[in-house]
């Protein structure tokens, strides 16, 4: 089997950093089968946004499977009772979802096993969210052995790839690599309190990095705010 | 904090092994956190057992997460057009679930994270399932890796621990140290196919095992078969 028709599993939420993610692994030569998670976050604008997203750029299939995270809570994305905050505080933000990543990665990897794919890409960023433990380099290095070690794909010699193409791009340049590659980022939905038309509320963390990063690349906002 | 107070999430399926797994994570002292997933498993009178056996063996609390695996299938016990086999095969059985315990271990990350608990234990066994990528040591190794970097408390200094001290048991000697520990066994339920009120079908991969392992220990099987 060659690179160009090598399948990936591409994790899905419907915003920017997910939508470049996507274009980057077709640019690569992978067919892209694209997984959002519905997990119960505010935001469910976004899992349209993930519909979208995955037509415009050529996904093969798009899959949405639901996960009551709800009944976990501990995040103002998860549990009604948290505020999203209006302002960006000190150390991990309560927008943090536990184990989110490593429960997303799980997913993903499962639908990589069913379609026979060793490579999986998210759209992680250590630089604009450092403060979130699940984005850094160590934990998808972890994950990949994770990956290796519990799949039948794994015991037959065929070790996971964890791509995660923007974690040191700041969000200036994963706007301009998406830019590049064609995304049409008004398609997207960052914000975590987006409304049901997908117009985003412009105050929280999400909404603060996009409009930084559109700024600081020069390029006119696309989002729709309300 | 004593080791007397700490807290453990206890992945609970209603089986024999995770059953046993509860009791020894309370005789270790831990206040144990029941954590179920319905995960659209053919035998969902299992998840009728951990609730008996949660409350039984005197958890602190029990959780059941929903997670619609069915979308993603590729296992007999996900996929209601893959049939659960009579007999034994080669290789990885069809029953295999992918990336099953890497999920589990990821709610249950989320769950312990929420509860701020640094310890999970699970019930996997790497002697009689051994077919299993996601029940060898290696892979709970790597896990634990994923748990201490993915998460607010690893980034804190507090490691996570992956309990799975039955992972080189044999069944019977499973059966034995949950007797000692004052299991019921006749809560549980560990048949594939159990039909509505938890009455095994004797003949799959998990009765068998489960049968021959009361053979094995010289004790009476408890089980109520169909």
Chains 1, 2 share one sequence.
Not at 132 to 147: L, N, S, T, W
Not at 210 to 216: K, L
Request: charged residues 20%; positive net charge.
């Amino acid at each position: 089997m060659t690179e160009a028709t090598n399948k990936a599993v591409v994790l899905t939420s419907g915003g920017l950093d997910s939508a470049t993610c996507l274009a980057m692994a077709k640019t690569r030569g992978y067919r892209a089968y694209a997984l959002s998670v519905d997990y119960g976050q505010r935001h469910r604008a976004e899992l349209r946004a993930a519909q979208r997203v995955a037509a415009a750029l050529g996904a093969a299939a798009h899959k949405v499977v639901h996960l009551e995270l709800t009944a976990i809570g501990g995040s103002a994305l998860t549990d009604p009772q948290i505020s999203v905050p209006a302002e960006a505080g000190e150390g991990i933000p309560v927008t943090y979802v536990p184990a989110r990543n490593t429960i997303l990665l799980g997913l993903a990897l499962a639908w990589a096993e069913v379609i026979e794919a060793s490579d999986i890409f998210i759209g992680v960023n250590a630089v604009d969210y450092s403060g979130y433990p699940d984005c850094r380099p160590a934990f998808i290095a972890a994950f990949e052995q994770v990956a290796s070690l519990g799949t039948r794909a794994g015991i037959e010699g065929r070790p996971f790839r964890i791509h995660a193409p923007l974690i040191k791009l700041s969000k200036a340049a994963i706007i301009h690599e998406g830019m590049r590659l064609g995304v049409d980022f008004s398609l997207t939905v960052s914000c975590y309190q987006a409304d049901e038309a997908g117009r985003a509320c412009r105050r929280c963390d999400a909404c603060r990095l996009r409009r930084w990063g559109f700024e600081a690349a020069g390029i006119a906002d696309p989002t729709r705010y309300r």
